[in-house]
């Protein structure tokens, strides 16, 4: 129970809600680098914010972002997960626009689905080290992320649940 020193409370309700969510970007194509990753970081704790959420953990690598979220019983997740899908892209492709030619047609990285988990029964120290451990790009200086199609079976294809 240490785990769960942080619980939190409403004016009506104490709670301890966690998610796992995990973005994949479109056709598996290798999209993001360290500095992305660590940008999205910043613009998803935003959105969380002005949800009420708290960004426990966040890590990804080229093709997908995981992210553990501890929310309010009044945050509806379906719309948490849009935000956090549409705001990140939209800021980034500002920022870095040599990012635009990954977003396709509907100028989005992001792949239309996504998978959203509540962490339940599974500490959140398993689920904390889980994210923690999906490889984060890092890439020298001047190589460009090449394009290449997913294999089957590639780390990061599945989710693992608890």
Known sequence: MT???????GRHCVFVLH??????????????????LTRMEVIKRAVCEEFACELVEFNGANTDV??????PPK???????????GVSPRRLRQEYPELVRHYWRAQRPWSGSHSA????RAPLS?????????NHPLQPAGHSSAQ???????????????
Do not use: M, W
């Not at 785990?3 to 409370?9: A, G, H, K, V």
């Not at 689920?127 to 451990?133: G, K, L």
């Open 126 to 134: 398993t689920v904390r080290q889980y994210i923690e451990q999906q």
């Open 66 to 71: 995981h992210r553990l979220v501890n929310f």
């Open 117 to 120: 988990g509540s962490v339940g």
């Open 19 to 36: 998610a796992h969510s995990v973005f994949v970007t479109k056709y598996r194509y290798k999209v993001f680098k360290d500095v992305h």
């Open 75 to 85: 945050a509806a997740l379906s719309k948490l997960v849009n935000s956090l899908k």
């Open 3 to 9: 785990e769960y020193q942080n619980i939190r409370t």
């Open 148 to 162: 290449s199609s997913p294999r089957r079976g590639e780390a990061g294809a599945g989710v693992q649940s608890a």
